[in-house]
């Protein structure tokens, strides 16, 4: 089958849903300079070095080291811009065409690009939180804490504030039940854009799919058990998808 004509599927099958859904990885987010973690070679787990440090248990034993790593990483993010595959998902949802996006990424670019319905199923960077009291806390706090050079930023109460994303080894974010529900309540079809598919929980929810759609560069273990797999930059994948759907008669 063409490109041409996988699109022409995937746009049919869009059409014809009543309740899809996205479900985003850190490839929707490389196009906005944002590595992802297991492309070959470029991920950012290619270093087992960074792989060992993104844990709760070397935030909570080693905190300055984890946030002297990790916090120019955020701050990146923090900088990055949507690219058309983020603004093609928020506009098929505008359209009526998907009912909200489950994402697996912090970088909070899906809301940036407009979408309204967003899980962030491994939490986000908008502000910090205690590890103690809960309370939040502003980001710059940790980048004066840097600037100070006094990380790990603390709470009035002592804690240790951290960010409030899901670490190797830690529960996974509210918006991850959330999502959960709000598939169990049907989900006809999932645009899966950008993900290994191989971290769970969050992969698990493709499992709550009557049938799904891959946008990858790279193969997944879900391919076998795809409608339709489009394997290439989600960049410009997703805006023909986008206008296949709209030329539709
Ligand atoms: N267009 C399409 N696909 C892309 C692009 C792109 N521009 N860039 C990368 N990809 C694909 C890669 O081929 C890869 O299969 O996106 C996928 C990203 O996979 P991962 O790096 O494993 O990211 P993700 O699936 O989001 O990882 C899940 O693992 O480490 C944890 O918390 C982290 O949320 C992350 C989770």
């Known amino acids: 089958m063409s490109m041409d004509q996988k699109l022409s599927k995937a746009a049919d099958l869009l059409r014809g849903s009543s309740r899809a859904y996205a479900f985003t990885g850190a490839g929707v987010s490389t196009e906005s300079g944002i590595p992802d973690f297991r492309s070959p070679g470029t991920g950012l787990w290619s270093n087992p070095e960074l792989l060992a440090l993104a844990t ?32 093609a998902i928020a506009e098929l949802e505008a359209l009526g065409r998907l009912s909200g996006v489950v994402t697996q990424n912090i970088d909070g670019l899906h809301r940036k690009a407009g979408s309204q319905v967003v899980w962030e199923v491994h939490g986000h960077l908008r502000h910090l939180v205690c590890g103690s009291c809960g309370a939040p806390a502003p980001f710059e706090a940790a980048e004066d804490a840097m600037r100070k050079d006094a990380l790990p930023p603390r709470c009035d ?27 169990r309540r049907g989900c006809d079809l999932m645009l899966v854009v950008g993900s290994s598919l191989t971290v769970y929980p969050a992969a698990s929810l493709v499992r709550f ?15 076998g058990q795809a409608a339709v797999i489009l394997h290439g930059s989600a960049g410009r994948i997703l805006p023909e998808l986008l206008d296949a759907v709209k030329e539709a008669k």
């Open 56 to 87: 709760g248990d070397v935030l909570q034993r080693q905190p300055a080291r984890f946030y002297s790593v990790f916090l120019p990483q955020w701050l990146a993010y923090q900088r990055a811009e949507p690219n058309p595959a983020h603004k």
């Open 157 to 183: 109460c002592g804690g240790v504030v951290r960010p409030d994303v899901v670490l190797f080894g830690e529960a996974m974010a509210p918006d991850f039940e959330r999502a959960l529900a709000a598939l």
């Open 209 to 223: 799919a009557d049938a799904f759609i891959i946008v990858n560069c790279d193969p997944t273990p879900y391919d």
